[in-house]
């Protein structure tokens, strides 16, 4: 099915100054923690540039007097402090104060939310959004083939405290590269510590595009651009897009053509693994990490693994976990990045209050695509939960803001469109 732009870009208002200058502070409370690497440079503020700002959001509350208090906020207030209540309990019930970080990250979503509806509209984020994340894929791809071609050389950033050391080549960042040539072959990280993480995010930003502007030129670009993050749960993902929102009869034949192509490119490499240092580069990047034990050059990420670690754990305390600290001090950092190392740490009953935002969107998709045969928000929510599963990063303040920006576009474009009688449509 061909899927036509679903917002046309002439609805809002052109960008204003005080638009960009909203913009630019609310990118800046975004990437100003985990997983993105600006906190790591030492001129950075870190969480405190992330306080300073709510508290000029809030300023601008307050000089302005034009604060927009929609249905959607209100119903998105009332989700987030349904989750706030968890933490809270989860802090009685564990003795652990470590989830004040969730509390006030929460806190600072509530008035993110109301700060961009009231002063830019989700529109403009939206798409803003999907501009930001294209420029930078496409300088960070140029910073890959700089590396490439020997132009810029590597420079000590940080250490993850895994035994990885992340550099960073000036365009973009890399935890892992090897010497090829004159250059380096590099595992394109972007503003995050890991290859992996930069593809999961440019999932995110194609699935917003496609579910908004639809434009055809920035999902090139996130495709191509994300290709070097050498992230089989990348590769895995563009896939099932593949599948999900282009798969036809017609196209059965280069469908075809490219998994031979590719089966070619794979034995060629394993081929000349042992004669070829490029092939042996792109073998342990790729290849080997695809086999049982996930052998590759990012040892440790081997899912099943962590699996089969968190099983005795999640059997003693299926309903509310053993809470973040014993997680840490237990299990390790490693389980964070496992969807049962989360189940480990909240519960199946606390997994469904972390996940409560996406659940609703989730929810709400399926019940447009039964009662209307309008698949394109369930494609979108089943290609998220499968990455949830290999990075359950749900909470984090961009993703979170992204699911919300989906949840929108669902109850104010498609929801209104079909009139929807089960679930209130929110204004």
Same mark, same amino acid.
Request: glycine share 8%.
């Given at each position: 099915?061909?899927?036509?732009?679903?917002?046309?870009?002439?609805?809002?208002?052109?960008?204003?100054?005080?638009?960009?200058?909203?913009?630019?502070?609310?990118?800046?409370?975004?990437?100003?923690?985990?997983?993105?690497?600006?906190?790591?440079?030492?001129?950075?503020?870190?969480?405190?540039?992330?306080?300073?700002?709510?508290?000029?959001? @809030?300023?601008?509350?307050?000089?302005?007097?034009?604060?927009?208090?929609?249905?959607?906020?209100?119903?998105? $207030?009332?989700?987030?402090?349904? #989750?706030?209540?968890?933490? !809270?309990?989860?802090?009685?019930?564990?003795? #652990?104060?470590?989830?004040?970080?969730? !509390?006030?990250?929460?806190?600072? @979503?509530?008035?993110?939310?109301?700060? !961009?509806?009231?002063?830019?509209?989700?529109?403009?984020?939206?798409? $803003?959004?999907?501009?930001?994340?294209?420029?930078?894929?496409?300088?960070?791809?140029?910073?890959?083939?700089?590396?490439?071609?020997?132009?810029?050389?590597? #420079?000590?950033?940080?250490?993850?405290?895994?035994?990885?050391?992340?550099?960073?080549?000036?365009?973009?960042?890399?935890?892992?590269?090897?010497?090829?040539?004159?250059?380096?072959?590099?595992?394109?990280?972007?503003?995050?510590?890991?290859?992996?993480?930069?593809?999961?995010?440019?999932?995110?930003?194609?699935?917003?595009?496609?579910?908004?502007?639809?434009?055809?030129?920035?999902?090139?670009?996130?495709?191509?651009?994300?290709?070097?993050?050498?992230?089989?749960?990348?590769?895995?993902?563009?896939?099932?897009?593949? !599948?999900?929102?282009y798969f036809n009869r017609s196209s059965l034949k280069f469908f075809l053509f490219s998994s031979g192509l590719l089966v070619l490119?794979?034995?060629?490499?394993?081929?000349?693994?042992?004669?070829?240092?490029?092939?042996?580069?792109?073998?342990?990047f790729i290849i080997e990490r695809i086999g049982p034990n996930g052998t590759g050059v990012t040892g440790g990420g081997n899912r099943?693994?962590?699996?089969?670690?968190?099983?005795?754990?999640?059997?003693?305390?299926?309903?509310?976990?053993?809470?973040?600290?014993?997680?840490?001090?237990?299990?390790?950092?490693?389980?964070?990045?496992?969807?049962?190392? #989360?189940?480990?740490?909240?519960?199946?009953?606390?997994?469904?209050?972390?996940? @409560?935002?996406?659940?609703?969107?989730?929810?709400?998709?399926?019940?447009?695509?039964?009662?209307?045969?309008?698949?394109?928000?369930?494609k979108a929510s089943c290609l998220m939960a499968i990455n949830y599963i290999q990075r359950p990063y749900i909470s984090s303040y961009?993703?979170?803001?992204?699911?919300?920006?989906? @949840?929108?576009?669902?109850?104010?474009?498609?929801?209104?469109?079909?009139?929807?009688?089960?679930?209130?449509?929110?204004?």
């Amino acid at each position: 099915m061909k899927y036509q732009n679903r917002i046309n870009i002439n609805s809002f208002s052109p960008f204003s100054f005080k638009n960009y200058l909203h913009l630019f502070l609310i990118f800046a409370a975004v990437t100003a923690s985990g997983p993105f690497v600006l906190k790591e440079f030492s001129w950075h503020p870190g969480k405190a540039l992330v306080i300073s700002i709510l508290v000029i959001f @809030l300023f601008i509350f307050v000089i302005r007097r034009n604060v927009v208090f929609s249905k959607f906020s209100i119903y998105v $207030s009332c989700l987030i402090f349904v #989750q706030i209540l968890y933490f !809270i309990t989860k802090n009685m019930y564990h003795f #652990q104060y470590s989830y004040f970080n969730n !509390i006030l990250l929460f806190v600072g @979503l509530i008035i993110t939310i109301i700060f !961009i509806i009231s002063f830019m509209g989700f529109e403009k984020f939206i798409y $803003s959004n999907i501009i930001f994340f294209s420029l930078l894929s496409l300088i960070c791809f140029l910073g890959f083939l700089l590396a490439l071609f020997g132009k810029i050389e590597p #420079q000590y950033f940080f250490d993850r405290g895994n035994g990885e050391t992340v550099y960073h080549f000036y365009l973009t960042t890399a935890n892992t590269l090897f010497p090829v040539g004159g250059g380096y072959i590099i595992k394109m990280a972007g503003i995050f510590t890991e290859g992996g993480t930069m593809g999961f995010y440019i999932i995110h930003i194609l699935l917003l595009n496609k579910l908004s502007y639809n434009n055809k030129n920035y999902e090139r670009i996130l495709l191509v651009a994300g290709l070097p993050t050498f992230s089989i749960a990348f590769y895995t993902s563009v896939f099932i897009y593949y !599948i999900l929102f282009y798969f036809n009869r017609s196209s059965l034949k280069f469908f075809l053509f490219s998994s031979g192509l590719l089966v070619l490119s794979f034995y060629l490499i394993g081929y000349y693994n042992d004669t070829n240092s490029t092939a042996s580069y792109i073998n342990a990047f790729i290849i080997e990490r695809i086999g049982p034990n996930g052998t590759g050059v990012t040892g440790g990420g081997n899912r099943a693994e962590l699996l089969s670690g968190s099983l005795p754990y999640i059997a003693e305390r299926p309903l509310l976990g053993y809470g973040y600290k014993y997680l840490m001090t237990t299990l390790g950092t490693a389980y964070q990045a496992s969807i049962a190392g #989360q189940v480990v740490m909240h519960g199946f009953l606390g997994i469904v209050f972390v996940f @409560l935002h996406f659940i609703i969107l989730a929810i709400r998709s399926f019940q447009l695509a039964i009662l209307n045969g309008n698949f394109l928000f369930l494609k979108a929510s089943c290609l998220m939960a499968i990455n949830y599963i290999q990075r359950p990063y749900i909470s984090s303040y961009y993703i979170y803001l992204i699911i919300i920006s989906m @949840l929108y576009l669902l109850t104010h474009y498609y929801e209104k469109k079909y009139r929807l009688i089960k679930m209130p449509a929110i204004n």
